[in-house]
């Protein structure tokens, strides 16, 4: 079983930043598609950022970038100037032809 791991959430002041990492158990390389997820209270988990395995990565959010350590399997989601609306469970996940991998979530709170 493919094992995912957030961590890097936690309590940030508005207008501050945040680097978030995902570990993935296995060869981040194996998988056709990676991507950062968010979800908030109450509310649908959405895309935040994607990096494919061929191609160029992609933000639906201009203050958060996506990146990956292949040596390490790991991708990192560094986000800036951070709101308090930005305040959710972020979550990594690892997809490939039948086959679809979620971590846990790291709660990031911004708050002052």
């Known amino acids: 079983q493919v094992q995912v791991m957030e961590s890097g959430g936690g309590l940030v002041q508005p207008g501050g930043s945040l680097n978030l990492s995902c570990v993935v158990s296995?060869?981040?390389?194996?998988?056709?598609?990676m991507a950062w997820y968010r979800q908030r209270p109450g509310k649908e988990r959405d895309l935040l950022a994607s990096?494919?395995?061929?191609g160029a990565t992609h933000s639906v959010e201009g203050r958060f970038t996506v990146s990956r350590d292949t040596a390490k399997n790991t991708i990192h989601l560094h986000m800036t100037n951070l709101k308090p609306e930005d305040t959710a469970v972020y979550f990594c996940?690892?997809?490939?032809?039948?086959?679809?991998?979620w971590g846990q979530g790291t709660q990031v709170t911004v708050s002052s």
């Open positions: 296995e060869n981040i390389l194996n998988f056709y598609h």
């Open positions: 996940n690892a997809e490939d032809v039948g086959r679809d991998y």
């Open positions: 990096i494919p395995r061929i």
